[in-house]
């Protein structure tokens, strides 16, 4: 069996993708390709939990009951094994994929990508890891259109750098470590402005025959500056945020929040 590990980056579609192989699992598996669901349904989060540190504060460590050290051996042991049982009961089909972005925004040092790779390489004989980058400045900015979503106040300091995330933005560093564990033959660089539908290269790519099956849904979830401007202001009198998801979507987009030369420099250097 071959695997095409897409591990992101975040904001470059990663929700439409995972979406599409979720929703055509069965079609796929029909011409050779193979979506798997016990590290995840949509999103194969399992996968990244296993890489990290046990001591590394997450959201998904508290939705798993993982509250220590021990109980995050334990879910890696059960996601081992559920993924052991995936592997010989679809031993016959080829070509396998999995997706998560967190194997990018998660896995702050090289040892964690090791440990993904240990996970993987004795169930396949060849592993293509496909990442998928947007340039930093445009991921940072996607990024404050999700968080003005999520309720959070965007302004200069929310700007600010955070030293241990250096990883994030410093792709150099970050694909490095993928390329010193799997090789740098095994990682692809797919630059998101030039092909951003990696469904369609995927497509291409394995030459699937996708006529039949539930088209690719890509939504904008960039937000106008001037939208951004009102969540802020709007915040002082509603702090829970309870409108903001029901009207955010319908206000009109139509120029995007620029940061300047100073900002911007922090993160693409």
């Given at each position: 069996?071959?695997?095409?590990?897409?591990?992101?980056?975040?904001?470059?579609?990663?929700?439409?993708?995972?979406?599409?192989f979720?929703?055509?699992?069965?079609?796929?598996?029909q011409?050779?390709?193979?979506y798997?669901?016990?590290?995840?349904?949509?999103?194969?989060?399992?996968?990244?939990?296993?890489?990290m540190?046990p001591?590394?504060?997450?959201?998904?460590?508290?939705?798993?009951?993982?509250?220590?050290?021990v109980?995050?051996?334990?879910?890696?042991?059960?996601?081992?094994?559920?993924?052991?049982?995936e592997?010989d009961?679809?031993?016959?089909?080829p070509?396998?994929?999995?997706s998560?972005?967190?194997?990018?925004?998660?896995l702050?040092t090289?040892?964690?990508?090791?440990?993904?790779?240990?996970?993987?390489?004795?169930?396949?004989?060849?592993?293509?890891?496909?990442?998928?980058?947007?340039?930093?400045?445009?991921?940072a900015?996607?990024?404050?259109?999700?968080g003005?979503?999520?309720g959070?106040?965007?302004?200069?300091?929310?700007f600010?750098p955070d030293?241990?995330?250096?990883y994030?933005?410093?792709?150099?560093?970050?694909?490095?470590?993928?390329?010193?564990?799997?090789?740098?033959?095994?990682v692809?660089?797919?630059?998101?402005?030039?092909?951003?539908?990696?469904?369609?290269?995927?497509i291409?790519?394995?030459?699937?025959?996708?006529?039949?099956?539930?088209p690719?849904?890509?939504?904008?979830?960039?937000?106008?500056?001037?939208?951004?401007?009102?969540?802020n202001?709007?915040?002082?009198?509603?702090?829970?945020?309870?409108?903001?998801?029901?009207?955010i979507?319908?206000?009109?987009?139509?120029?995007?929040?620029?940061?300047?030369?100073e900002?911007?420099?922090?993160?693409?250097?």
């Amino acid at each position: 069996m071959r695997l095409l590990l897409h591990i992101g980056t975040e904001k470059t579609g990663t929700k439409s993708l995972q979406t599409w192989f979720a929703q055509n699992r069965e079609p796929l598996r029909q011409q050779g390709v193979h979506y798997p669901t016990s590290l995840g349904d949509r999103v194969h989060r399992s996968l990244a939990l296993f890489a990290m540190d046990p001591n590394q504060p997450d959201e998904r460590f508290v939705q798993e009951g993982i509250q220590s050290a021990v109980d995050h051996q334990a879910f890696c042991e059960r996601t081992f094994n559920s993924f052991t049982r995936e592997c010989d009961a679809f031993a016959a089909i080829p070509t396998w994929i999995l997706s998560c972005e967190q194997l990018h925004s998660r896995l702050a040092t090289q040892e964690m990508v090791e440990r993904v790779k240990s996970f993987l390489c004795d169930r396949f004989e060849s592993i293509k890891v496909i990442v998928h980058l947007r340039p930093q400045v445009d991921l940072a900015v996607s990024l404050a259109s999700t968080g003005a979503r999520g309720g959070t106040r965007i302004n200069a300091a929310w700007f600010a750098p955070d030293p241990e995330q250096e990883y994030y933005f410093n792709y150099n560093l970050s694909v490095g470590w993928w390329e010193n564990v799997f090789g740098e033959n095994a990682v692809t660089i797919v630059p998101f402005k030039r092909k951003p539908n990696l469904v369609k290269m995927l497509i291409d790519e394995l030459s699937i025959e996708d006529s039949s099956m539930t088209p690719v849904e890509r939504k904008n979830e960039a937000l106008d500056w001037r939208s951004i401007a009102l969540s802020n202001a709007l915040a002082l009198y509603n702090p829970s945020r309870d409108f903001n998801e029901v009207f955010i979507d319908d206000w009109p987009f139509r120029e995007r929040l620029e940061i300047g030369l100073e900002l911007a420099q922090r993160f693409q250097s």
